[in-house]
């Protein structure tokens, strides 16, 4: 059948040799082009594009199929159909195209590769169902893209590139396949309507900022594989309300404000956690319960890593655990701290002594006094020494610009804590860092220097 082709001008392309233009039907359809092999005009020739096995493939004798960087730049039509012989779709192809709706691929879809913001800020579209065979989407791919509803990644994607998804304010499911690598920093972030996500097994690491501001996010399952979650990874999350480790779990590394900001009411930690960056579970206000008792390598909490949880009532740190950072626990009252046996070792002398000085400072390192409405009165720390031997520490009320603790020894008579009249720092604000990596020394009245404690600016 001879079909009569009109050819229509788009914002035509800056780049030069781009392979296609668009062409419609002179049939009066005013549902938008349909970008297909015979819609497609090669601009160096005046017939339509060659449609047959060896023009799609790009091999000798036919033109290579890729669809060029800016390509269809602010595409004025409704739908497109991305040809069957297509392997990569360029960068920024059609980015701010308002008027695309829908995108499809033709059956038997060779497509790899969307480039970095190819439907960048194409904000009407509602629409995309990508077949078996894509590995790759770039940067930036689907930024903006506000009315997308859902996406479902084939398996076969390996790499989701940085931005890939962020901004689509209505996305509400998210599947991610067994073959992904890597899931890029910020791919989801500002997805408010995203409901559920699903991480296989495999994946190894979420980027700095991935999940932030998913404001309808209720539960994370961390796969069995997963090593470090990023910076900021699921900052915002405003209704995240559990986190749920996998058995025998190899998660490592948490990073700073990964959580924080959450509805999370109790962590579980698994075994293999090492770090707790700073501020990584800050205005968590709904958590009640921290156990890292199930931890075997874990070394620091961060700076303020559980600060302004205002609603924390019991942690229980690990034995392993030697660096706390300063203000880790700030802006709460009534918080129980147990640091079991061999926790904090460095607070403690050659014969497991932990005398009052720095047992205070310890106290001042971990809360602060704050101008907000929490003060940390109530609080109570419990210190049990290598030897076994326990101190406990309750702050009784606030005192000038300090708190004041009562502490009672192996059970003995509970007494004020203070400082000695002698007793003064080499470096001042020394727990200011956290307790590791310098030192700190006790001057007694009969002028000797004893190693106390350790600490970090």
């Known amino acids: 059948m001879i079909r009569n082709f009109l050819m229509v001008l788009l914002a035509t392309s800056p ?29 160096s020739s005046t ?14 004798g036919g033109i290579s199929p890729d669809i060029n960087d800016k390509e269809f730049y602010k595409y004025r039509e409704s739908s497109v159909e991305i ?33 970095e913001r190819a439907f960048y800020g194409c904000k009407n579209l509602k629409g995309i169902e990508l077949l078996p065979g894509i590995q790759f989407i770039g940067e930036r791919a ?44 910020g791919a989801f972030d500002g997805c408010c309507q995203l409901k559920s996500v699903h991480i296989p097994k495999g994946v190894q690491s979420i980027g700095n900022s991935t999940f932030a501001r998913c404001l309808s996010l209720k539960s994370v399952d961390i796969p069995a594989s997963m090593c470090e979650i990023g910076e900021k990874a699921f900052n915002g999350c405003l209704f995240l309300q559990t986190i749920n ?63 302004n949880c205002r ?34 070792q460095s607070l403690y002398d050659n014969n497991g002594q932990c005398n009052d000085d720095v047992v205070l ?3 001042t390192h971990l809360f602060p006094v704050s101008t907000k409405a929490a003060t940390g009165v109530g609080n109570e720390v419990t210190l049990i020494s290598p030897r076994g031997k326990t101190i406990v520490c309750k702050c009784v009320g606030v005192n000038g610009s300090n708190l004041q603790w009562e502490c009672s020894r192996n059970g003995a008579e509970p007494y004020i804590l203070q400082h000695s009249p002698s007793y003064e720092y080499v470096h001042r604000d020394a727990f200011l ?25």
Do not use: M
């Not at 609603?311 to 626990?329: D, H, M, N, P, R």
């Not at 307790?435 to 404690?453: E, F, H, P, V, W």
């Open 15 to 43: 780049v030069l040799g781009a392979y296609y233009t668009c062409v419609t039907e002179a049939n009066g359809n005013t549902d938008g082009v349909s970008v297909t092999p015979r819609s497609l005009r090669h601009k």
């Open 47 to 60: 017939t339509a594009v060659d449609t047959s096995t060896q023009a799609q493939s790009g091999e000798p």
């Open 83 to 115: 040809p069957k012989g297509v392997k990569k779709i360029g960068k920024e192809a059609f980015a701010d195209s308002r008027a695309l709706k829908q995108v499809t691929f033709q059956a038997g879809s060779r497509l790899r590769e969307i480039g």
């Open 142 to 185: 689907f930024y903006g893209c506000k009315n997308l509803k859902g996406i479902e990644f084939p398996e076969g994607v390996q790499i989701i590139g940085d931005n890939a998804f962020g901004g689509c304010e209505r996305l509400e499911k998210v599947s991610i396949p067994a073959s992904i690598q890597a899931i890029g920093a």
């Open 245 to 307: 480790f996998a058995p025998r779990s190899r998660l490592a590394t948490i990073e700073s404000w990964a959580f924080a900001s959450c509805a999370l009411s109790q962590i579980k930690f698994s075994a293999r956690v090492e770090l707790i960056g700073d501020h990584a579970f800050s205005s968590c206000v709904n958590l009640c319960n921290v156990d890292f008792s199930e931890c075997k390598r874990l070394k620091k909490i961060g700076t303020a890593a559980f600060g």
């Open 311 to 344: 609603k924390l009532k019991e942690v229980v740190l690990s034995a392993t655990v030697q660096e706390i950072g300063s203000c880790a626990f700030s802006g709460i009252d009534g918080v129980s701290i147990t640091c079991p046996q061999g926790s904090l």
């Open 361 to 363: 400072d310890l106290l």
């Open 433 to 457: 860092g956290s307790l590791l990596g310098g030192s700190a020394t006790q001057r007694s009245t009969a002028g000797l220097n004893k190693k106390i404690g350790s600490f970090r600016d």
